[in-house]
């Protein structure tokens, strides 16, 4: 009797666990597919009625007192359709840009930052809130009263060219020119984003400085170039404070009333990017010259772990893109192709972005090839060459020369071949997709090498020979050596 009562209860128990394990596994999955969903929320959709593209030229300059900055149009119809915007900005020695954050994720790519003895060529921080100040000075006191000159801050990286450095929307973040020549970044902003909650044009809030009314809602007027202005005079352009009462903030600060006012309003006007008259002073790891070299040269072991163990305010924000040894296709007689994306640099997960870097030696060729899933942002950082990009109906969208400088968008879906100069040909390219991916139309990884020789000689009418010519011809990967450029008609300048 009392073996027959426990069996009962024991078959009751053991049926009560596997339904509530059941309902464990349950919550756990739709938990799962709910952060799935949420990782691929939609971008907001634009129109992409495109019947003609060109290389772009930044439409608007703003000076400031240690820099210029200058935006490309974002109401241009190629920026429209991939709801993105683009901005450059060179920093002269000694110059800061004061801390700013934006409504979308930025991403950007150091362009220019290397001189000859050290290449680390500038500072980086960003301020995430509630993460502690973990450089502080060696002298630090439980209370900073009566002490002027001790410090304590969120980290700083050291900035390096070919750095990618990508950035949560809402972050606050400034750069400092540290080297002896200027520093110069390309940034994208993805107002398609699903982390953007406002309307489809980029805002930048900055936090210090003097912002000229071009600055602010820029890309809503487009007011054409504007150079010289390095403050605001009419009233229409200032930091985030300058809305502030004087006394509120006073009071949120603990501080006299005439420093908000100095913080509000300053009296020399120079814009966001402002000369520094001594070095910046900031607090970071001690090291000699050769750690510091190999510190710019390789990621510090403090930025290798992205596991679990990784937090917001330890994430790894940059990543390197122009080591060769960092190549994902190399080819020693043509170039070379980097990827960063969410498996090297896992905050692109959350941002939806991701960036490609592009060598192509002299007169070398870079496969036709399409995006499967992102519309790409080109920005040509080095060098000329040949472009051509074809839209759905076989229409030939753009067929031209780009040289350094200059900004072209490749929407999804459609092909594009590039074609070295005599002087080579480099390029960054934005990407609106974490894991972007491309679709070869020539070479070992095409699509033709993926289709029976019978489909490609009655697809193409071709005889069989034809097709397998044009199946196996080209055995390299994405990209090619120079061909006989007078027999296809490609010489490029």
Same mark, same amino acid.
């Given at each position: 009797?009392?073996?027959?009562?426990?069996?009962?209860?024991?078959?009751?128990?053991?049926?009560?666990?596997? @339904?509530?394990?059941? /309902?464990?596994? =349950?919550?756990?999955?739709?938990?799962?597919?709910? +952060?799935? *969903?949420? %990782?691929? #929320?939609?971008?907001?959709?634009?129109?992409?009625?495109?019947?003609?593209?060109n290389a772009l030229e930044p439409r608007q300059k703003v000076e400031s007192e240690a820099g210029v900055t200058e935006f490309w149009d974002q109401n241009n119809e190629q920026l429209q359709c991939a709801n993105v915007a683009v901005f450059r900005q060179r920093i002269q020695q000694r110059g800061l840009l004061v801390p700013a954050y934006t409504n979308t994720p930025e991403i950007f790519y150091v362009v220019q930052g290397k001189q000859a003895s050290i290449s680390c060529r500038g500072?980086?921080?960003?301020?995430?809130?509630?993460? @502690?100040?973990?450089? /502080?000075?060696? =002298?630090?006191?439980?209370?900073?009263?009566?002490? +002027?000159? *001790?410090? %304590?801050? #969120?980290?700083?990286?050291?900035?390096?060219?070919?750095?990618?450095?990508?950035?949560?929307?809402?972050?606050?973040?400034?750069?400092?020119?540290?080297?002896?020549?200027?520093?110069?970044?390309?940034?994208?902003?993805?107002?398609?984003?699903?982390?953007?909650?406002?309307?489809?044009?980029?805002?930048?809030?900055?936090?210090?400085?003097?912002?000229?009314?071009?600055?602010?809602?820029?890309?809503?007027?487009?007011?054409?170039?504007?150079?010289g202005s390095q403050g605001s005079d009419d009233g229409r352009g200032g930091n985030l404070f300058r809305g502030f009462d004087?006394?509120?903030?006073?009071?949120?600060?603990?501080?006299?009333?005439?420093?908000?006012?100095?913080l509000q309003r300053p009296q020399i006007q120079r814009g966001i990017i402002i000369r520094v008259e001594e070095e910046l002073r900031v607090l970071s790891p001690q090291r000699d010259r050769e750690q510091e070299q190999e510190e710019c040269e390789e990621t510090p072991s403090y930025e290798r772990d992205?596991?679990?163990?990784?937090?917001?305010?330890?994430?790894?924000?940059?990543?390197?893109?122009?080591?060769?040894?960092?190549?994902?296709?190399?080819?020693?007689?043509?170039?070379?192709?980097?990827?960063?994306?969410?498996?090297?640099?896992?905050?692109?997960r959350d941002l939806q972005l991701s960036a490609e870097k592009g060598n192509l030696y002299p007169?070398?060729?870079?496969?036709?090839?399409?995006n499967l899933n992102a519309h790409s942002i080109v920005y040509?950082?080095?060098?000329?060459?040949?472009?051509?990009?074809?839209?759905?109906?076989g229409e030939n969208v753009f067929d031209g020369q780009i040289r350094e400088g200059q900004l072209i968008v490749v929407p999804q879906g459609f092909a594009v071949v590039k074609r070295a100069g005599n002087r080579g040909l480099e390029w960054i390219s934005f990407k609106t997709n974490d894991v972007a991916m491309t679709s070869q139309l020539a070479g070992r990884a095409s699509v033709l090498r993926g289709l029976p020789l019978d489909v490609i000689q009655n697809s193409f009418q071709v005889s069989r020979d034809e097709a397998q010519r044009l199946k196996y011809n080209r055995q390299e990967l994405t990209v090619f050596t120079p061909g006989p450029r007078s027999q296809w008609g490609l010489t490029v300048a």
């Open positions: 009797m009392a073996s027959s009562s426990l069996l009962c209860f024991g078959l009751c128990l053991l049926v009560l666990f596997n @339904a509530c394990f059941a /309902q464990i596994e =349950q919550v756990t999955d739709i938990t799962r597919e709910g +952060k799935q *969903q949420r %990782q691929r #929320q939609q971008r907001f959709q634009t129109q992409c009625n495109i019947q003609n593209l500072i980086h921080g960003v301020v995430f809130p509630g993460c @502690a100040e973990t450089f /502080q000075d060696s =002298q630090q006191q439980q209370s900073f009263q009566g002490s +002027k000159s *001790q410090d %304590q801050h #969120q980290k700083v990286r050291q900035l390096r060219e070919g750095d990618v450095i990508a950035l949560p929307a809402g972050a606050a973040h400034w750069i400092y020119n540290n080297g002896r020549d200027q520093l110069v970044l390309v940034a994208l902003v993805d107002v398609g984003n699903s982390q953007n909650q406002l309307d489809q044009y980029f805002r930048k809030f900055y936090l210090g400085g003097n912002p000229q009314p071009q600055l602010q809602g820029f890309s809503q007027s487009q007011g054409g170039r504007s150079q004087e006394r509120l903030l006073a009071e949120a600060f603990n501080v006299n009333p005439d420093l908000i006012r100095r992205n596991g679990f163990e990784e937090t917001i305010c330890t994430m790894k924000l940059r990543h390197n893109i122009d080591k060769p040894s960092h190549a994902d296709v190399y080819n020693p007689r043509a170039g070379r192709v980097t990827t960063v994306n969410r498996f090297n640099l896992p905050i692109l007169n070398a060729l870079l496969a036709p090839q399409w040509v950082t080095r060098g000329n060459g040949r472009m051509q990009i074809v839209a759905e109906n």
